[in-house]
């Protein structure tokens, strides 16, 4: 009798254990007043019970064939901490607050600690660090990968904002984050899906650059790279091994790697290790900091970059997610079209808002270390739209222009009162039908200023800031720069360049 109990026994299969994504685990972030989608596997046809201590209905959902299961849960009002727990498992230290994507390349990457490649580390960070105790933040890093093929799933696991963890936090992001708690009370929870060195194309989705004749060019160069990647990759190797045995004072940089199946700059490529995974997670929005990478394409990054977005916003079921970027600050080797590219994203693209940065550039480093300023201005945007605050966004920005006479007036959004440090204002150029621009003179009258030239008696055209490396000085009252712009559509550099 034993024996056939034992059989029978052997013939039943042993219920899994339920499986979940890196994201949902221990210290996670939940959107609050939300209706978040929770997910995992566990055996085919498994019944999988989802409790939430804040709701007062449990769930059930069925794993289908695959193993795959998800259900859409309620949460309500910010606090913690609570658990979850699915079936035998369970998720401790969960809190209800506000949940923001951090994407982009090194200026977003960039840690709050200084390490020894010296592109990190924001200014005063030991003192920063020290005082970094704030429990109600928490940020999860998407650990850097390449996929060919969307991922479901990748390593990283949400840590409490403290003293000890605080250091390899994102710096732009952790500025962001301690605005927005100071200022509502809410926990954040930031994902911080980050990669240096890496173009916009990275980040979106293939399907977009397949289907869209304007990156037709992107994705043909990328074929091409890979069919030459087995030839490349072996002189590589040669020019490298004589690169290594050059002890010269004029050695210079090691030489670039070609472009291959595992690099990070290809096409989709992190869309797929990086973004793919977290698509099911309830946001409340994005903070961006790219665009060093595509400067070269300044023009292209003009479609490029909205047509992300927008992608983004349909692949986490939002068409309205909120969109908050930084325009890349001044430095020797940044055009004033890729911070023009990211300007008309701003004017064409809606939920959207844009840091200035022109105040904050280093024309020998493209990584300048006070992040602070970045982070508190990219919330602002966030505190004004999503949080009902009644504060300003932005500097200046420019909006229209009318020629009179000899001089052009420009108009602007975001005044609040103009404002001039250490006039007089710098960095106006004016031109006639020749378009060729001269340095102009230029008066704040009111909410508008107005520019001229004695070498200009017939203007049509202005630009402000139309440098690599400008050093404006046009603000508003609240302390913020005014973005640099131009009146004219005349053919840019990069145009045509993809």
Not at 275 to 296: F, R
Not at 378 to 404: C, D, F, H, T
């Amino acid at each position: 009798m034993y024996k056939l109990m034992f059989f029978l026994l052997l013939g039943i299969p042993a219920m899994a254990q339920v499986k979940l994504p890196a994201i949902i685990s221990d210290n996670m972030v939940l959107q609050q007043q939300s209706t978040v989608t929770l997910w995992g596997w566990a055996q085919p046809g498994e019944v999988v019970k989802v409790e939430g201590s804040w709701a007062k209905v449990d769930q059930t959902v069925k794993a289908d064939v695959a193993g795959k299961w998800s259900v859409r849960v309620k949460t309500g009002k910010a606090g913690g901490p609570y658990t979850l727990r699915f079936n035998d498992v369970e998720v401790r230290n969960v809190l209800l607050g506000e949940v923001w994507l951090a994407s982009g390349q090194s200026n977003m990457e960039f840690v709050v600690v200084r390490q020894s490649n010296n592109y990190t580390g924001v200014l005063n960070y030991q003192e920063e660090i020290a005082s970094a105790n704030y429990p109600n933040i928490r940020m999860i890093d998407v650990k850097n990968k390449v996929a060919d093929e969307p991922q479901e799933d990748f390593s990283g696991e949400w840590k409490v904002c403290s003293p000890q963890t605080v250091e390899n936090f994102s710096a732009v992001a952790y500025y962001f984050a301690k605005e927005v708690l100071k200022e509502t009370g809410y926990p954040v929870g930031i994902i911080n899906s980050t990669w240096g060195g890496t173009p916009a194309e990275s980040w979106t989705k293939q399907e977009v650059l397949e289907n869209d004749k304007d990156f037709k060019v992107i994705m043909d160069r990328f074929r091409q790279q890979l069919a030459e990647y087995p030839v490349a990759i072996e002189k590589h190797k040669q020019v490298m091994e004589k690169w290594k045995a050059d002890t010269s004072s004029k050695k210079g940089a090691a030489p670039r790697e070609p472009m291959g199946p595992n690099n990070s700059k290809g096409p989709y490529k992190l869309y797929n290790g990086m973004i793919a995974p977290i698509v099911n997670y309830t946001l409340k929005g994005v903070i961006w900091y790219q665009g060093e990478s595509n400067s070269d394409r300044a023009y292209q990054y003009r479609r490029l970059f909205p047509a992300m977005i927008d992608s983004w916003r349909k692949d986490f079921k939002n068409e309205d997610l909120p969109f908050y970027f930084v325009q890349i600050s001044p430095h020797r080797g940044q055009s004033p079209e890729i911070r023009d590219a990211q300007f008309y994203t701003y004017r064409t693209v809606k939920h959207t808002g844009m840091v200035v940065t022109t105040d904050n550039g280093d024309s020998l480093d493209i990584h300048p270390r006070n992040k602070k300023v970045v982070g508190e201005r990219l919330s602002r945007w966030a505190l004004k739209n999503e949080y009902g605050k009644n504060i300003s966004v932005s500097g200046p920005l420019y909006s229209s222009y009318k020629v009179e006479g000899n001089k052009i007036r420009i108009s602007f959004d975001h005044t609040g009162d103009l404002a001039v440090q250490g006039g007089p204002l710098q960095e106006f150029a004016i031109a006639g039908n020749d378009q060729q621009f001269v340095p102009a003179q230029a008066q704040i009258e009111g909410k508008t200023v107005v520019v001229w030239s004695d070498a200009v008696s017939q203007p049509v055209a202005v630009r402000f800031a139309w440098r690599n490396f400008p050093h404006p000085n046009l603000f508003n009252k609240s302390g913020l720069p005014a973005s640099p712009f131009k009146t004219d559509n005349w053919k840019q550099t990069t145009e045509g360049k993809n």
